[in-house]
């Protein structure tokens, strides 16, 4: 990206100077302000898909361009980095590194791999299910960083040939596959999930719609885990029909993971801890689904959940800050500073007026099409960046064709988190592919597959079974 780097910054600030200073576009349907947030949603788009500075950077720098070219007061804008959502990531992404210096997530992934692997299939099976349970618990580019030690363990125990071994490359895909599939399945697998309800909340606000029709903790796994279990199903027969394992002895590896639970040892006191505090954070999560302000408590049993491991003494400032991405906060932050901008002005609406151009879609193909473009915008921009270009027009156009709103914060969160070509799509995807055992051809090659795969189940999904799981009329009379 460095070769284009000067061709992409002036070009980026000359959208800006257009958007905001330029002629007017469409005097009669869009306001000043809606240009000059079209302007900075362009630039936006540009710089997340180019990267000419850190994704993280490109959003913080929203909250300085948006009062700039007068779209919003700065304390309007600023106050939008206190949102509930950003808190709750925050929250979650602490958890997440007391659940890895406990060392319970690698005891828990450890036993669960033990258990499974007597046979290649089992094996396989076992990395798949293990990163997909762990990525409920906590963000899915942790879960691959987490097993992947693991899983080069086991492949240098099998002397598998990096690059060659159809066995090798079916592991390092079941390791990022269980991570990215598992992500979908709750709030704390990707942070993209409660970024998309907070920007449905926006949007809920902004058209003064029925404030009850928010999605709980409970709501979001209803709708998710029937996708998570069927796309687990699909996964592990693709890998084992792409990729039939050429050794049928996995004993060394066992032994390996025997080694592993034995240097362990017995249960800590502070994994005991670290568990607790997990299951009293779910249990609040679950039961908060049944209280006024949602997002609201969500944040504050976040908050609470995260200080409880300090209060146990099983977290220092120094793990958080050695285990917390603090660049994906400001992302986040920013990402949704971006969405309050669109939505708060007449651009979204405009850029859904300019999209359709007078077409009409029916409901399924609206829905099919928003899944489609979801999965291949992810592919080479991050998921964050991608709901939020998307979600906040595909509401406007989910709310002219009739379609439940809730289905239409399905529809594109769900299918950017299931992404399976390129390592640039997702972090377990890049991770894995530093092991060398695949090329990016295989990825290709197997992950188109998947993403038909995954285009025509969450479709279905959207058609069949969203509508029933938030008891609204169905798709299809």
Known sequence: MNRIRP?????????????????????????????????????????????????????????????????SEPKEVFSLFGSNTVFFILGALIMAGGFVKSGLSRRMAVLFLASFGRTPDLLLLGVLLSSAFLACLMPEHGVAALLYPVAIQIADSLNLEKGKSNYGKALFFALAWGSIIGGITTFLGGARNPLALELYQQFMDRHQLQAGSM?????????????????????????????????????????????????????????????????????????????????????????????????????????????????????????????????????????????????????????????????????????????????????????????????????????????FCLPMGTPPMAICYDSDYFRIRDSLFSGTIMNIISWIVVVLAGIYYWPFAVESPPIIP
């Open 7 to 71: 061709l992409v910054i002036p070009l980026g600030i000359l959208i800006l100077l257009i958007a905001a200073w330029g002629p007017a576009w469409d005097p009669a349907n869009l306001s000043p302000e809606g240009q000059k947030a079209i302007g900075v949603f362009a630039f936006c788009l540009l710089f997340w898909m180019t990267q000419p500075i850190p994704l993280a950077m490109t959003s913080l720098m929203i909250f300085a361009i948006v009062p700039l070219l007068g779209i």
């Open 215 to 419: 999605v709980s903790f409970v709501d979001w796994v209803i709708a998710a885990l029937p996708v998570t279990l069927v796309m687990l199903f699909f996964a592990y027969w693709v890998l084992r029909i792409l990729y039939p394992p050429e050794i049928d002895d996995v004993r060394a590896a066992h032994q390996v993971l025997e080694e592993d639970i034995r240097e362990m040892g017995p249960i800590s006191r502070d994994e005991m801890k670290v568990g607790a505090v997990y299951l009293v954070t779910v249990i609040g999560w679950v039961i908060s689904g049944y209280k006024g302000d949602l997002a609201g408590n969500l944040a504050i049993i976040a908050i609470l959940g995260s200080a409880g491991l300090f209060l146990l003494g099983t977290l220092t400032w120094k793990d958080c800050q050695q285990h917390v991405n603090w660049g994906v906060i400001l992302m986040y932050a920013g990402a949704i500073a971006l969405g309050k901008t669109l939505d708060g002005t007449d651009a979204g609406q405009w850029l859904v007026n300019f999209t359709l151009s007078g077409h009409q879609f029916g409901p399924v193909l609206l829905l099919a099409g928003l899944m489609a473009f979801s999965k291949l915008l992810t592919e080479g921009i991050s998921n964050a960046a991608a709901v939020t270009i998307i979600l906040p027009l595909a509401l406007e156009m989910g709310l002219e064709a009739g379609i439940p709103l809730v289905t239409i914060v399905y529809a594109v969160a769900i299918p950017c988190g299931l992404v």
